[in-house]
Structures are given as C-alpha cells and as structure tokens.
C-alpha cells in the first residue's frame, strides 16, 4: 500500500508510520520538518497554514491517507489537493456532546460542528473535530473516522499516563505517601499509542467506513494507581485526598499544570473519558494491558528534564501533603 501521512513524525502520527513500514507499506508523511520521520519513510516538509502547502503532493495518488488535524480548514484544503481511494480521520472521544453516561456508542449524539475553518482554542476542540469528521465523510471517498480515547504510553508529552508511575516511583522525601484524589470507583480508559495506530492502519488497509470509538477498557482509578504503583516498584502508597479539599489547595483535574491526572470532579460528564467500542473490536481492535502502557509511560517520562506538563510538582506535592497532614 502506498500511504500518506500528514503528519508523521509526531507521537501518534509517528507510530502510525512506524507499523506501516514495519508491515511492508510505502510511507510518505508530510510534515513542517521540524523532527525526523520515521527511517526508511519520505519526508516532504511544508506549513499547513499556507494554501498552497500540498502542491509537491499533487498529481500523486495514494491507496490511503491519514490526517490526524483539528483544523477544517487544513481538512478541506487536504481534500481539494489530494487524491486518494480512502481517507483515515483520528478524530476524538470530544466529539460526543457532555454525558454522565459510561461507554456511549457511535450512535451517541454530536456537538454541533465548528462553524469556521480555524480552531482558535481548545474550548472548541470537539466542534473542531465534527466539522473534519464531516469533510472527511463527505469528501467522495471511503473514511474512517477513528475517535480515539486517552492516548498513553511512549511519547505521552502531555504526561497525562506518565505522572501516576513516576510519582510513585518518586515519591517526595522518600515517601511514603502519594497525593492522589479519594474517587476511587471514578472510571478511566486508555488506549497505548500503538494499539491504536495499529487499528488506524488496519482501519487503511481494509477500508473501514464509519466511524469507530477507540480506546481501552473501563477500570476504575483505584486500579489504575494499583497499577502505576506497580509497574514503578514502589514501596510507596495513595494518600487519597477528598476532591473538595483538593480544590481548596488549588489542585486541578485532568491536565496541566498543578494537576492530578486522568480524573475531573464533574458529575456531568463523569463518563467521558470512556466509549464502547463493541464495533471496533469486531473490526480487529486489541488493547494490551494497562500495565504495558503505563510501564512505557514511565520509561519515557525518565528520560524528561525539568518541570512536566501535568501532575504536581514536588514543591506543590510537598505542600498539599503538609496541609493534608496538618488539618
């Protein structure tokens, strides 16, 4: 097969190019050039922002494409200059509209899509994604539209699935106690990077049309701190903290800076990092166990210097522990 991947030299992206090759395939990823694509795959380099950025492209045909963007105005520029027999679309778990609800099917209503061609911000990142997910359906050719899950594993750089194992693989002063929030039945999922490019390829090969949820399965937290712990060796233990008490010592949900990942205190879409995905595992999808996924996690963050993008830092682990301690 002769594929195509804007991008490629990414996290996912990437990993996708890497099976490709790895099975046999032609690649050709597109990128600004900034990293290396995969050895033994082509690089042609260009800014998508440009119209014209796809011209060296142009007069090729590729068997399948994959764009990973959450751009509609790149989606329709891809779909104007390039010619393909299928289209592979990542799009995201975001695109359904907010739910309390576990494990929504495909069938699960939308958010209304993006009416401009620019994501200006990540408020918008779900419309964002419908209105691609549109082009894409909608571009004369078969499309996958792959809605992916919490991505994990190597490469994580939002550091979403490697701040649990390296926490407690670095427990402040020795240890032993790790702040973590008292949710323990709060249900997460993740899907390895490379399962899920291993299903977008299968998803270029065969063909798939439609769209399919992809993720892992549905644990609780308590398991995936069980397992964090675990796969770091630790002899360190969860020294659960009521969200409520989190909240007043300014500790966030989810992501990002003083925060404590992959959990938000939000009723209303308690179930959102969860799909079904009935339809994809019909379709090929396997998932490795979560173990696998938070062990490569916490190889990569190893090698990371300085402060990371999610999770506590040591100073504010210090601090919330001091306070929890004193009250």
């Given at each position: 097969?002769?594929?195509?991947?804007?991008?490629?030299?990414?996290?996912?992206?990437?990993?996708?190019?890497?099976?490709?090759?790895?099975?046999?395939?032609?690649?050709?990823?597109?990128?600004?050039?900034?990293?290396?694509?995969?050895?033994?795959?082509?690089?042609?380099?260009?800014?998508?922002?440009?119209?014209?950025?796809?011209?060296?492209?142009?007069?090729?045909?590729?068997?399948?494409?994959?764009?990973?963007?959450?751009?509609?105005?790149?989606?329709?520029?891809?779909?104007?200059?390039?010619?393909?027999?299928?289209?592979?679309?990542?799009?995201?778990?975001?695109?359904?509209?907010?739910?309390?609800?576990?494990?929504?099917?495909?069938?699960?209503?939308?958010?209304?899509?993006?009416?401009?061609?620019?994501?200006?911000?990540?408020?918008?990142?779900?419309?964002?994604?419908?209105?691609?997910?549109?082009?894409?359906?909608?571009?004369?050719?078969?499309?996958?539209?792959?809605?992916?899950?919490?991505?994990?594993?190597?490469?994580?750089?939002?550091?979403?699935?490697?701040?649990?194992?390296?926490?407690?693989?670095?427990?402040?002063?020795?240890?032993?106690?790790?702040?973590?929030?008292?949710?323990?039945?709060?249900?997460?999922?993740?899907?390895?990077?490379?399962?899920?490019?291993?299903?977008?390829?299968?998803?270029?090969?065969?063909?798939?049309?439609?769209?399919?949820?992809?993720?892992?399965?549905t644990v609780p937290l308590s398991e995936v701190l069980a397992t964090a712990n675990e796969?770091?060796?630790?002899?360190?233990?969860?020294?659960?903290?009521?969200?409520?008490?989190?909240?007043?010592?300014?500790?966030?949900?989810?992501?990002?800076?003083?925060?404590?990942?992959?959990?938000?205190?939000?009723?209303?879409?308690?179930?959102?990092?969860?799909?079904?995905?009935?339809?994809?595992?019909?379709?090929?999808?396997?998932?490795?166990?979560?173990?696998?996924?938070?062990?490569?996690?916490?190889?990569?963050?190893?090698?990371?210097?300085?402060?990371?993008?999610?999770?506590?830092?040591?100073?504010?682990?210090?601090?919330?522990?001091?306070?929890?301690?004193?009250?």
């Amino acid at each position: 097969m002769d594929l195509l991947i804007l991008g490629g030299t990414g996290f996912l992206s990437g990993e996708i190019a890497r099976a490709a090759l790895a099975d046999g395939h032609t690649v050709t990823c597109f990128a600004r050039g900034s990293r290396p694509a995969p050895v033994g795959a082509d690089l042609v380099t260009g800014d998508r922002e440009d119209d014209d950025a796809l011209t060296p492209l142009s007069g090729r045909h590729f068997d399948a494409i994959v764009e990973i963007t959450s751009q509609p105005g790149r989606a329709k520029r891809a779909v104007r200059d390039l010619d393909t027999d299928h289209w592979v679309f990542v799009s995201t778990a975001n695109v359904y509209t907010e739910s309390p609800d576990l494990e929504r099917d495909e069938d699960a209503p939308l958010q209304t899509p993006l009416g401009s061609d620019v994501l200006e911000g990540m408020e918008d990142y779900g419309a964002a994604k419908v209105a691609c997910e549109q082009i894409f359906s909608g571009s004369g050719r078969t499309a996958t539209l792959v809605r992916s899950g919490l991505i994990g594993g190597d490469g994580d750089a939002s550091g979403r699935t490697g701040y649990w194992p390296w926490r407690f693989a670095h427990p402040v002063d020795g240890g032993p106690d790790v702040v973590v929030p008292d949710d323990p039945d709060f249900p997460c999922a993740v899907v390895d990077v490379r399962d899920l490019a291993d299903f977008c390829l299968r998803a270029a090969v065969e063909r798939l049309e439609g769209p399919f949820n992809v993720t892992g399965p549905t644990v609780p937290l308590s398991e995936v701190l069980a397992t964090a712990n675990e796969v770091a060796g630790s002899n360190a233990r969860p020294l659960p903290v009521a969200p409520e008490r989190l909240r007043e010592l300014g500790v966030n949900p989810w992501m990002g800076p003083r925060s404590l990942p992959m959990w938000i205190d939000v009723p209303e879409i308690r179930g959102f990092a969860t799909m079904g995905t009935t339809r994809a595992r019909a379709a090929g999808l396997t998932t490795r166990p979560l173990a696998e996924t938070l062990a490569a996690a916490l190889t990569y963050e190893e090698t990371r210097e300085g402060d990371r993008p999610s999770g506590l830092t040591d100073e504010v682990e210090r601090e919330v522990l001091a306070a929890v301690r004193g009250a």
